[in-house]
DNA sequence: AGAGTGATGGGCT
DNA sequence: GCCCATCACTCTT
């Protein structure tokens, strides 16, 4: 299992985020497939970096392969990576996870047996993911996340974004056709 | 199965 | 002062 390279990261987001489905995220003793992504570009209403660069966003312009995590609803994490060597500003959210390994800690985590990864501000908890991870460079051998390629095949839906009020129209949301483990809603 | 809602606090006009 | 890229629970069909 190999660790995706720099350029990976530095493609057109939209093709990222259907890339990104079927990889595998890894932190400590935990891994989860990703099976769900939404890619949030620069000139996106809906994405926190359409107003240009503030305090929060700032790692959304960093270099691709940076871990934006940010803080809504008063209580929970979302977990994002920067795409596009352009530094416009641009991500995509991980929604949804199949847990792989590190069950019981999930479950520790999370607090219950199921639900546990489907869900951005859920696999977040679940695998540990925490705000110190904000701007971190996963593509760096110390990271303690890091993104591991996987060959497997599939077939991608793709469909409009969930839970935001802006932007909604646009077919920004990728999944795993026929995955149990993606966010419903 | 679907609709409604409280929790809870940082971000930004 | 309102908004929010959410979740889990309750109440209603």
């Known amino acids: 299992m190999n660790p995706l390279s720099k350029s990976f990261f530095e493609k057109n987001t939209i093709r990222i985020a ?97 639900n546990l990864c489907n869900g951005p501000a859920k696999l977040v908890i679940a695998i540990g993911i925490t705000k110190k991870h904000n701007g971190v460079d996963l593509l760096n051998k110390n990271s303690s996340i890091k993104i591991f390629d996987n060959k497997e095949n599939f077939e991608i839906v793709q469909t409009k974004r969930i839970g935001i009020s802006k932007g909604k129209s646009l077919p920004h949301r990728f999944y795993v056709k026929n995955s149990k483990w993606v966010s419903m809603k």
């Open 18 to 114: 259907k890339n990104l489905l079927g990889k595998y995220i890894k932190h400590k003793n935990m891994i989860g497939k990703i099976v769900e992504t939404e890619a949030y570009l620069h000139d996106d209403p809906a994405s926190h970096s359409f107003n240009g660069k503030t305090k929060r966003n700032t790692p959304m312009f960093d270099k691709p392969g940076t871990a934006y995590v940010y803080f809504t609803y008063g209580m929970y994490h979302c977990f994002n990576i920067v795409t596009n060597k352009k530094n416009i500003g641009e991500a995509v959210l991980i929604r949804a996870l199949e847990p792989i390994k590190g069950i019981k800690q999930m479950q520790k985590n999370r607090g219950r047996d199921d």
